[in-house]
């Protein structure tokens, strides 16, 4: 007997010819195949053709599209039967909204609003199709909500309600990143409009459908850009309020990318705040995208440049933290970026007006 310790690390006793000391023929074959496996080996190492047995995977970045609402998008409300859903949905509704209904799992068979109250997001889904949700649901319940949502695959879901625990953002985030069917706005922000669509608290009197684009982490400065650029006879072509959160579903830069792409949208409003790195990531896009004849004017305005360090001012992610976060980078970062900075809100709508004006869309 021999040992031999080729078949998978492991020993084997190998019985030999006594005379001719050659392997026993019941072993041959193996051991030929195992040369062969080395040989095989040895030629993909030598830098023969290799072939790749992975496939391409959806992500959460692929859902960016589903921001582009429009007159069509059923849009359903959780907590559709409470104060604030009901107000706000009564006001997306006058404003042209095509509601569906909403959830409510004790009043489940009703009707609210002239609409159907569904139990779950899955019945709801499975009786109208709704293309986005908005929820209204209070804190405590809302990461529930969301999940409920994405589970049940909805495209878009639009959280307005603030004050989310962020154990429950940090659980909704990781849960949003996992899969690449519905992509949330929020939470803690004031929704989205667009062509005739009203998702959220936004004042729907203030908006005119037009040419430009914006992008907001404050609800009340999201509200000031839009009046301006109406009053200026520019309108809005898709508006976004991300919100103030710490952990948002969506930021700057993936609404960046889409009103980039979009047709309707030749200008962009991009308000932003201390806090975090998403203005400085969205003018690194723009800096690599926004270029040529046919780049798209941008105005920006960053809130919060006299606040102190470590101190939060209003939004849970408005703070300037281990030397991060400061105006002065964000402000920095989109000037080089080609943006024009407006040193208040003020200004906003007039350069917004002068730069259209100036490339002939105005």
Known sequence: MRSCSAFGGAVVLVPVDPK???LHPCILTPVIMLRSLRTASSVSRSGARKFSSSTPRA????????ILIHKDTKVLVQGFTGKTGTFHAQQAIDYGTRMIGGTNPKKAGQTHLGLPVFGTVREAVREAQPD?????????????AILEAVEA??????????GIPQRDQIKVFNALRSQSKSRMIGGNCPGIISE??????????IFKQGKIGVVSRSGTLTYEAVNQTTLAGLGQSLTVGIGGDPFPGT???DVVKVLLSDPRTEGIVLIGEIGGS???DAAAYLAAHNTGPDAKPVVAFIAGRTAPPGRRMGHAGAII????????????????AGAVIAQSPAQIGDLMLKAMQKIGKA
Do not use: F, R
């Not at 992500?59 to 589903?66: C, H």
């Open 59 to 66: 992500s959460y970045e692929d859902t960016i599209k589903n």
């Open 321 to 336: 933290a281990g030397g991060k976060g400061a105006a002065s980078d964000k402000v920095a970062a989109l000037e080089k």
């Open 153 to 162: 695959e909805i495209p878009l879901i639009v959280t307005i309600t603030e």
């Open 251 to 253: 930021q700057h830069i």
């Open 132 to 144: 986005a949700t908005v929820i209204y649901v209070p804190p405590a319940g809302a990461a529930d």
């Open 196 to 205: 005739g669509c009203k998702m959220g608290i936004m004042p729907g009197h």
């Open 20 to 22: 001719h000391h050659h």
């Open 278 to 280: 998403m203005e400085e």
